[in-house]
Every structure is written in C-alpha cells, then in structure tokens.
C-alpha cells in the first residue's frame, strides 16, 4: 500500500514550446486544473519569435507551480531534454503545446502505476483536427487496463502497434537518468564476427551495470527492419533467439527507417561500434570489427578518460 509520502510526490509535466500562441494558454490551463495537484509545470520556450515566450512569463505569474526556461531554438527534443534535467518530480509527464489533457489523467495514471508497481503508465488519446472532429484512431487502445513487462512494451512500439507519443504517458525520474557513456554495437544476424562477440560482451554490460553511473552497452540489430521500415515478428523472434543464445542481455534496438537510411549511409559494415556520452556527443572514432573483451573493456575505459578530461 503506497504510504501518504508516496501519494503526494511531485509530478513534473514538461511542455516543449515554440511559436504556439494560440494554443498554449488551453494546454497550460487543462494541466493546472489536474486534480493531482503536487505538480510543477516546466515551460521550455524553444526560442520563439511570436511572442510565445512572454506568454510563458505571463503564465507563470498565475501559479507558482510553473516554471519558464527560455532557450535557443534547437527542437522539442532538446527542449524536452532541458526539462528533464531541470525537473524536481519524482514522476515525469509530457505535454505538447497544442495538446490539452482530461483533469484525472496524472492521477490516474499514477494510481495505475504504482498499484501495478511499473515504471511507466500510458493512457489512450483521441486526435482532433482543426475543425474539433475526432480523427481516427492512430493505434486501436485497450477495452480495459493491461500490464505488460517492459520488453512486450518495447516490441508493441518497435512493430508500430503502440502509442509512441510522448504525452500518453507518465514515466519514472529514474528511468532518464543514464549513463555517463554508452557503447552501442550495431550488428546484424547474418554476421558471424558480430554473434562471436555477443557473448563477451554480455559479460561486459553485466560487470559495468554493477557500476552506478559508469558504461552501458546497446545493441542496433540492423537486419530486422528493411529501408521502408517494415518490421516482421519472424525477424524479431529470430533476432530474440540469438540474443539469448549468445546470452548478450544488454538492450537491443531496431532502428526505424530514418535511422536505417542513415546508417546505410554511413555505417561502414557491421559490425560496427561507437561511443556517446550521455548528451549524445560521439567520443573518439568508431570501431569498425570485432573485439575480445579485454580489447572492449579498454576501449571504454579509454572513452571515459576523455570524459574526465
């Protein structure tokens, strides 16, 4: 049973804002009108240029509870990004500007999550046109609450059956807070070098997940997805098989098809590996091969040398 602490933490709802006059204001209201009401409202203007971010300002003297980051425009990813590290909750939700949200949504979202002890809670959400018409449904939502594990999660969002959005759900704080560098194998089923490696570098993501903070390995399976970015459950069980197989129980991804088209263009062969920090800044050369764990513990140990210089 969650004690009174725990029903009352903060929630933090970070809104990505950029040339949205007209709608921000109902987006703001409909999240100060939540009846959960222990949340703090992070506006991250994205350096608008029509007076979006003075609106922010004037917002903000209406509750206390928000807070404005102005910024120069670099995306909504980068503005997210901004209020995830300036964010106080516990908990953690995602608003687009031109979004407006039901006043249950975080309490029931959190209730949902913290009864069935998950990380993430996701609700379904209807898209309106200009025109206040329901759209079709962009994926067909549950006739009641399931819970799922994390990996059955990650497979519905993989295969284009789940809600990518952003702002369906509630996440934990802890799950954003990463590793100061990430080492990420791209590979494929068909590469012998590739599979021979998998198992020693499991071994290496084990030791280094002991080590709060430190390296983390991912692997990019390239040959699951084609350059139209269709994905079949035959590749992915196949892909599955050999990662328990080779006992390389690190995350795995596939790569959708603006990310296949780049790394067709830019990965050399597989498999091939590179090394980014925890802002996404690649540190040093790729590796292009593959390695013995020895070889890969120096060069990771090497990579976050150049962190702490």
Known sequence: ??????QNCLISVIVPVYNILDCLERCVNSICAQTWKNLEILLVDDGSTDGTGKLCDLLAEKDDRIRVFHKPNGGSSSARNLGISMAKG?????????DWIEPQMYERLYEAATAAGTSIAQASRDEI????????DVCTPPEQEVTCTAEDFLKTLLLHQGDCSFCTKLIKKSLFEGHRLTMVNIWATFCNPCL???????????????????????????????????TTQEAVDGAKQIVEMTGAAYPHLIP??????????EVPGVPTTFFVDENG?????EVVGAKSKDAWQQEIESRLAMLES
């Open 281 to 285: 800044e690649v540190i040093g050369d």
């Open 256 to 265: 959708n098809d603006e990310f296949m088209a780049f790394l067709m263009q």
């Open 90 to 98: 516990k908990w953690i939700g995602f608003v687009d500007s031109d």
């Open 196 to 230: 021979s490696e998998m198992p020693e570098l499991g071994e290496l993501a084990a030791e280094y997940a002991k080590e709060e903070g430190g390296a983390q390995i991912i692997g990019i399976c390239t040959d699951i997805t084609d350059l139209s970015g269709n």
């Open 129 to 136: 046109d200009e025109d206040y018409h329901k759209r079709p």
């Open 1 to 6: 049973m969650e004690n009174k602490t725990e």
